[in-house]
């Protein structure tokens, strides 16, 4: 009888918690995100502009074509890369943990192509308040500093390249400002002959090759570049020239390359920098604004 009573319990609490956890998965609902139907095209770009900064994207197709906003955090540019492309969907996940979703659809000529998500208004014009990714040098301000960098004074000749036909690149100065490093730069030429510059190269490269693994190279593409003398360095007139970049650094196992070309010639420069010359940075001494926008 004491077994019978014993088996009978067990099951009532069995029973209990079985109804309890039957009730749980009754009650939870799983909330549905309504996707918001936006038509795009080829020949127009549309702009969504969010309440926050976008983190990361999903596409729902390589026909699809998105770029976040250079500079801006929140500002998601959306294009189909031809035209009559099928209908597909859209992911944005933003940095206050929302998700959104868009239902996309080809159209020729969209009726709305500025969607604003920060006020619930779907497009109020010029109302969106836009969030920079960081505090850095405007546009201006970064053109201001290479042309004042430009005819500064040398702090140092090295690192160089070699000599190719008796011209040379060297490091003038490593400046830092506001989240924007700049590199002077001198192409001096000994030669009789003329070195027309025709354009600079700059990269990310291993220091070393193993027998088995190929060499990696990641392009570095400045935001400004500055040159004298037309680009032309003769006896009497280097070229003076200043490359401005977003501020990185590199790790000892790599050089950042720049590669400067000449123009129908074959003399090629190339100037490996080590971390520790990006480290050796300055600030550079400016006077005042009104003097820099003078200039």
Sequence with gaps: MLHYFKQLFLFAICFSTTIAIHAQEQSYIPTVIAPMELSITNIETSVLIF?????????GSKDILTKVVKDVSNVLKLKAAFENISPTNLHVFTADGKVYAFALKYTPQPARLTIDLTNGTNGAANSSPVKFVKDRLN????????????SMKAIRKWPHSQKKGGSRLSLHGTYLKDGVLFFQLSVTNNAELPY???????????KRKTKRASVTEKEVQPLYKKMTSDGISTLDHPVNM???FDQFTIADGKYFVIEVFEKNGDRVL???????????????QLTTAQEMAAN
């Design 242 to 244: 200043v490359l401005a």
């Design 139 to 150: 546009d201006s301000e970064i053109k201001q500093y290479s042309e004042r960098i430009a």
């Design 51 to 59: 309440p926050e900064a976008i983190k990361s994207i999903d596409r």
């Design 270 to 284: 190339t100037c490996k920098l080590k971390g520790k010359h990006l480290l050796r940075v300055r600030e550079p």
């Design 196 to 206: 027309h510059i025709d354009f600079a190269r700059t990269y990310i490269r291993d």
